[in-house]
């Protein structure tokens, strides 16, 4: 196998990396835990655990971003010490995260040779950027500005400064986020090349299904150590989420929780034409049409950036609308302010949680009242009474199962996971006809996933409409009774639950329609 340092004398084959016994603390929080963790050259190797189980620690230690507090790394069995990025990446290691760091206003190939040593023209930067794309299959226009790009571009210009960089380990931290299904399988073909030619790959990712499709090996971390590695191809999914959350998990929630009954003749939320701008004045949504029925789950999916946040955010009001309606109930709305939607009982989760959901230095007691302080039991006149809110908090907080110290703690201190609970149980226990559901599950572990996916399966058991607009196309596939796909502010089409498919729906993802399939065209499409 390329790349494989051997131990002549032993007869024994070293890691690429190994990381033995690192302990990292921060105030309050041991992130990692004497942990151990060993990457072959030549592998793709996964690194799975709960949202604060220490992934981003471990990783951020390896990328020369942190220091060890205790703990030893080495690379092909030398000692070394990472005391920077630049120190990583000087010793082959690097790093492509969650959010890229490009600089918008260059092109591909300006990016790639920021930083490079030596000096060469323009052509040869882009010359250098193709063949290397060509070479891992990650083709990308190297005169093409950064903000011209898709996400699935951009990644790829990450993923090429590491290899122009000669990176022999590269550390991915959940690069299929921003991927429709087809551009997540061009990145595994190339993780996959990537291995092949001897570099270590270190893959981590919340989506138990891609860990087993590219990964060989598996690390698991729980409450900051590491308690397993695996071979991918002796276990599998439920056994990693066991070893992930320390119980079973059950990763349906339908597993557990009858379907509800739609009722098809009720309409609780309906746009008709909806038009809305994006952040800049340029338009986002060109004439979306749908309905929502009482009981229903409708799931929206699309890539980032065609319109889904704008949709919601038009649909609630915190958005202004250009054209269109929306209707709650058979009732026309103004739109003007988000009251008005709250008063209609329109429930909304949106996508940044902690910043637009919910007040992050605020106690999570105040948070779960922010939509109804002014009523009654909650204020007497201009007095807030604080008993009915602690005790409003202490009870929802055991009915949601989020995880604090306590009800006065400020929400900002929260897991993800966990705030997730706290924004969901004031919007549910609003009562609500209908709720509008952005990402409701991005960035949480497995456990925190069933969580949510079984909150939104019993809200629609109860009569509620569900909006879920998500960029998981099995998030969707699983708990949507229809789905529809935006693309560039339209939707491009619809598909049953029962007729749906990954294929199809990468297709659609696209604008490209598949031939033969059961999608409909609908909603404001252009002809």
């Given amino acids: 196998m390329a790349g494989?340092?051997?131990?002549?004398?032993?007869?024994?084959?070293?890691?690429?990396?190994?990381?033995?016994?690192?302990?990292?603390?921060?105030?309050?929080v041991v992130a990692n835990d004497s942990v151990d963790f060993e990457v072959r050259a030549g592998e793709v190797h996964a690194l799975l655990g709960e949202n604060g189980a220490g992934k981003s620690t471990l990783s951020n230690i390896l990328a020369g971003i942190y220091r060890p507090d205790e703990g030893q790394l080495f690379l092909n069995g030398k000692l070394v010490e990472l005391n920077s990025p630049r120190s990583a990446i000087e010793h082959g290691i690097g790093m492509v995260h969650q959010h890229f760091r490009l600089v918008q206003t260059f092109s591909v190939a300006e990016n790639v040779a920021l930083g490079l040593p030596g000096r060469f023209s323009k052509r040869e930067?882009?010359?250098?950027?193709?063949?290397?794309?060509?070479?891992?299959?990650?083709?990308?226009?190297?005169?093409?500005?950064?903000?011209?790009?898709?996400?699935?571009?951009?990644?790829r210009v990450e993923i090429l400064k590491s290899l122009e960089r000669e990176a022999r380990v590269l550390i991915l931290d959940e690069p299929t986020a921003v991927l429709t299904p087809p551009e997540a399988e061009v990145l595994f073909e190339t993780l996959r090349t990537?291995?092949?030619?001897?570099?270590?790959?270190?893959?981590i990712s919340h989506k138990l299904d891609e860990v087993?499709?590219?990964?060989?090996?598996?690390?698991?971390?729980?409450?900051a150590t590491d308690v397993g590695v695996v071979e991918v191809s002796e276990t599998t999914p439920r056994e990693l989420a066991r070893l992930m959350v320390g119980r079973d998990v059950v990763f349906n929630a339908e597993d557990t929780l009858n379907r509800a009954t739609v009722d098809w003749e009720r309409v609780v939320l309906q746009t008709v034409d909806l038009r809305a701008n994006d952040d800049r004045g340029n338009p986002a949504l060109n004439g979306v049409s749908l309905e929502l029925h009482a009981g229903e789950?409708?799931?929206?999916?699309?890539?980032?950036?065609?319109?889904?946040?704008?949709?919601?955010?038009?649909?609630?009001?915190?958005?202004?609308?250009?054209?269109?309606?929306?209707?709650?109930?058979?009732?026309?709305?103004?739109g003007k302010d988000p009251r008005e939607m709250i008063r209609r009982r329109v429930s909304h989760i949106p996508e940044d949680r902690l910043h637009t959901g919910l007040a992050a230095s605020v106690s999570i007691e105040d948070n779960l009242v922010l939509k109804a302080y002014r009523a009654h039991p909650f204020?007497?006149?201009?007095?807030?009474?604080?008993?009915?809110?602690?005790?409003?908090?202490?009870?929802?907080v055991e009915q949601f199962g989020v995880k604090a110290p306590g009800t006065s703690t400020s929400t900002r201190l929260l897991s993800g996971g966990n705030v997730q609970k706290v924004l969901l149980a004031r919007e549910f226990s609003s009562d609500p006809v209908a709720v509008v559901a952005a990402s409701p599950t991005r960035g949480l572990?497995?456990?925190?996933?069933?969580?949510?996916?079984?909150?939104?399966?019993?809200?629609?058991?109860?009569?509620?409409?569900?909006l879920l607009i998500t960029e998981d196309l099995e998030e969707a596939l699983a708990l949507s009774d229809r789905i529809l796909v935006m693309y560039e502010?339209?939707?491009?089409?619809?598909?049953?639950?029962?007729?749906?498919?990954?294929?199809?729906?990468?297709?659609?993802?696209?604008?490209?329609?598949?031939?033969?399939s059961g999608a409909q065209q609908t909603g404001g499409s252009e002809s």
């Fill in 489 to 516: 502010g339209r939707v491009a089409g619809e598909v049953s639950r029962d007729e749906a498919d990954l294929t199809e729906l990468g297709l659609l993802m696209g604008g490209r329609s598949a031939v033969g």
């Fill in 4 to 28: 494989v340092t051997r131990d002549e004398t032993a007869g024994i084959l070293i890691p690429a990396v190994s990381m033995r016994g690192i302990t990292k603390r921060f105030p309050g």
């Fill in 445 to 466: 572990d497995v456990g925190s996933i069933e969580t949510v996916r079984h909150l939104l399966l019993e809200a629609a058991r109860r009569g509620v409409g569900v």
């Fill in 212 to 223: 087993m499709a590219v990964s060989d090996r598996v690390t698991v971390l729980r409450d």
């Fill in 125 to 155: 930067a882009e010359d250098r950027v193709a063949a290397l794309g060509e070479r891992f299959g990650l083709p990308v226009d190297p005169r093409a500005l950064i903000w011209q790009l898709s996400v699935g571009e951009q990644q």
């Fill in 379 to 396: 204020s007497l006149g201009p007095l807030l009474r604080r008993r009915s809110i602690r005790s409003n908090a202490i009870q929802l």
């Fill in 194 to 203: 990537m291995a092949a030619e001897g570099r270590s790959v270190i893959f």
């Fill in 297 to 334: 789950i409708l799931g929206v999916c699309g890539v980032s950036g065609n319109g889904q946040r704008e949709l919601a955010e038009a649909i609630c009001a915190s958005r202004g609308r250009t054209g269109g309606q929306v209707l709650v109930d058979g009732e026309t709305t103004i």
